[in-house]
Structure formats: structure tokens, C-alpha cells
């Protein structure tokens, strides 16, 4: 039974392609949906099946991620924004997805999110606060973090989030930003901390 949804965007040319591709059983890769720029919607897999999108990764402690999430894939080179139609269409079926399977917006992830430092799709175009804003994914925090931020503070919160794959402290750093502070650069920030949902009353 599924229980995260991992989003991704297929780095091709057209969707078209993407689909060819998605079906192709010599590429043995494959995801359920394909959300074209037009907002069209492509099934290939049923949900209830597994489908091989994910590869290497891990989140909340979970490493096989293909035989318990579905995967989403959004027509998108990763150089410019997501459509509206197509951001439209992905709503629509995020709601009737955890619906039906009873999944939390916390555990709706991007690739990046379960395999730091090998994928960044959907990458920093995508626009996470809008879904966060219709409870179909988790929020970035708000407040403030830590006066003196610590790696070893910002690891422990991040696993709480879902962060669990073993990487270095940059690329952890790197992977929470890409979701949740994508124009951020320089090292540790008690922002970061904020983002994850760390509040610290003002004092």
C-alpha cells in the first residue's frame, strides 16, 4: 500500500517522449503519472503497483521507496517554471491520491527529498508553497532557529522531517534547501532550522 508520493519532473524534450520512454521496457523505468505542460494527465502504471521511479534512496528510514509510493511525473526540463495548467492538474490529483490511500502531506516528497545529492527534480522551480497552502505537502516552518546553529542540531531535526539517507553534512544542507530554501546559499543559518519547523520565540 502506498504511502508517499515522490514528484518528479522527466528532464526530457516533450512529454510525449517521456512517455515512450516511461513505457519502454528495456529503460525498466517507469512511474504512474505523466502531467504534460498542458495539463494533460497520462496514467501508465496503477497505483496500487509497484513502478520504478525512485531508485536509491530513503526517507523516514524507508530505503525500498518504488514498493511504497507514487510516483509523479511532471513534463519539465528543470530550467523553467511549471505551468499553471499543469500545476493545476497535479493539485487535483495529489487531493484524490491521499485520499485514497490516507497519505499525509508530509510524506508527498520530490526525488530530491529521498535521494540527496543523486536528484534534485523537481528542483527549484517548483513551487512548493503553493501545495504546502492546500495541505498537500509539508510547510516550511516559520520563526526563528538557534542563535548558534550546530550540524549536528540541523541532522537531528532533519530526520525527524524525513531526512534519514546517509549523506554529508553539505549535501543534507543542500537537499533541505532545494525544498524548502532554494535561493539560499553560505553555510548553516538558524533559518534552515526555521524551515524544518524549529520555532524559537523572539526574545
Request: charged letters at 20%; aromatic letters at 6%.
Amino acid at each position: 500500500m502506498p504511502t508517499i508520493v515522490v514528484v518528479h519532473y522527466t528532464a526530457m524534450q516533450t512529454a510525449q517522449a517521456a512517455i515512450e520512454r516511461l513505457c519502454d521496457p528495456v529503460a525498466e523505468v517507469s512511474a504512474h503519472y505523466l502531467i504534460c505542460r498542458s495539463g494533460a494527465l497520462t496514467q501508465m502504471v496503477p497505483e496500487d503497483q509497484r513502478a520504478w521511479h525512485a531508485g536509491a534512496g530513503e526517507w523516514r528510514g524507508e530505503t525500498d521507496i518504488n514498493s511504497r509510493s507514487i510516483g509523479i511525473e511532471l513534463d519539465n526540463d528543470g530550467t523553467h517554471p511549471f505551468s499553471e495548467p499543469q500545476m493545476a492538474a497535479l493539485e487535483t490529483l495529489l487531493r484524490g491520491i491521499l485520499r485514497r490511500w490516507t497519505i499525509a502531506p508530509d510524506n508527498v516528497i520530490g526525488h530530491s527529498d529521498m535521494a540527496p545529492g543523486r536528484k534534485i527534480d523537481p528542483g527549484p522551480r517548483f513551487d512548493w508553497a503553493r501545495l504546502a497552502h492546500q495541505t498537500l505537502a509539508a510547510p516550511a516552518g516559520r520563526g526563528k532557529g538557534p542563535q548558534n546553529p550546530t550540524s549536528a542540531g540541523f541532522r537531528a531535526l532533519a530526520r525527524t522531517a524525513g531526512y534519514t539517507a546517509d549523506v554529508d553534512d553539505k549535501t543534507l544542507l543542500d537537499t533541505v534547501r532545494l525544498r524548502f530554501r532554494p535561493a539560499a546559499s553560505g553555510p548553516l543559518h538558524p533559518d534552515d532550522f526555521a524551515s524544518l519547523g524549529l520555532i524559537v520565540p523572539p526574545t
